[in-house]
C-alpha cells in the first residue's frame, strides 16, 4: 500500500512517520508512506500557494497551480485522490477498510480558509473525520493514514481485529491486565475462571452494555442473535436496578423537610 499525502506542512509528518505501529509498517515495506510539499511546485516568484477569494470574505484561498501540478506529479491511474475537507464525507472504520484495499491513496490536505473550489474536480471523493473545523487537513490526513495502515495486512495480527469497536458492530469489551486488584478496584473474576465460554459471554455482555450506554444508535439496525438478544436483556434489567438502588441510597434522596 502506498499513501502520498499532499501539504504545506511536510515537517508535521516527521514524528507520526518515525513512531510506533506507522514506523514498523514502513521499516517492513508494508507501507509506503511520504509527506509532499506542495509549495515546492508553486510557480509565483515570491513562493505563494495563496491569494485572497474574489468576491471578498474572510482569509486565503490555496491556489489551484502548486496543488494540480503537485498532484499532477504524483497521480498514476491507479491513485485514489481523497481532499480533507469538513464538507466531506464522514470517515469510518467502514471506510478505512474500503480504502485499505487501494494501490495507491493521495491525501490532499488544505490550509487557510479552504481550496479554490476548481480543485474539488480533480479529487475523487471529499473525506471529513468529525464535525468540527480544524486549522488544516493535515492531522485529518493522519487519522486516515493510521487507520488504514494498521488494517494492512501484517501491520498488526489479524487476531487483534477480531473483536475491536466497529469491527463486529459493537464497541470493545473492557480489557484489565495485573494487578488483580488496584487500590481497591478489583478485575472481574470471570477473567481469572480460565473458563472459556464464560469468558466469551462476558465479554459479548460488556459489549453490548457499553454499546447500549454509549452508542445506541449502532444498535438500531443490528441483526441480533438471540444470545445477544437474552444477554441485552439482562444487561437491560441489571443497569435499571443499578439506577434503583442509586435513587435509593441515602445520598441522593432529595431532601423534603
Ligand atoms: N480540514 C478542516 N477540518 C477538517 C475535518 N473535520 N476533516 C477533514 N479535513 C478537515
Known sequence: MRITILTLFPEMFEGFLTTSIIKKARLKGLAEIEAIDIRAFTEDKHNRVDEYPFGGGQGMIMKCQPVLDCLKSVRTPSSKVLLMAPTGQQFTQAKARELQKQEHLILLCGHYEGFDARI?????????????????????????????????????????????????????????????????????????????????????????????????????????????????????????????????????????E
Open 120 to 256: 474539488r474536480e480533480y479529487a475523487d471523493e471529499e473525506i471529513s473525520i468529525g464535525d468540527y473545523v480544524l486549522t488544516g487537513g493535515e492531522l485529518a490526513s493522519m487519522v486516515i493514514t493510521d487507520a488504514v495502515t494498521r488494517l494492512v495486512p501484517g501491520v498488526i495480527t489479524e487476531e487483534s481485529h477480531l473483536d475491536e469497536s466497529f469491527e463486529n458492530g459493537l464497541l470493545e469489551y473492557p480489557q484489565y491486565t495485573r494487578p488483580v486488584d488496584y487500590d481497591g478496584h478489583q478485575v472481574p473474576e470471570v477473567l481469572l475462571s480460565g473458563h472459556h465460554e464464560n469468558i466469551r459471554k462476558f465479554r459479548l455482555k460488556e459489549s453490548l452494555r457499553l454499546t447500549l450506554q454509549v452508542r445506541p444508535d449502532l444498535l438500531q439496525h443490528r441483526a441480533f442473535t438471540k444470545e445477544e438478544m437474552k444477554l441485552l436483556d439482562e444487561v437491560r434489567e441489571e443497569e435499571e436496578a443499578k439506577a434503583l438502588n442509586q435513587l435509593e441510597s441515602p445520598e441522593i434522596k432529595p431532601d423534603l
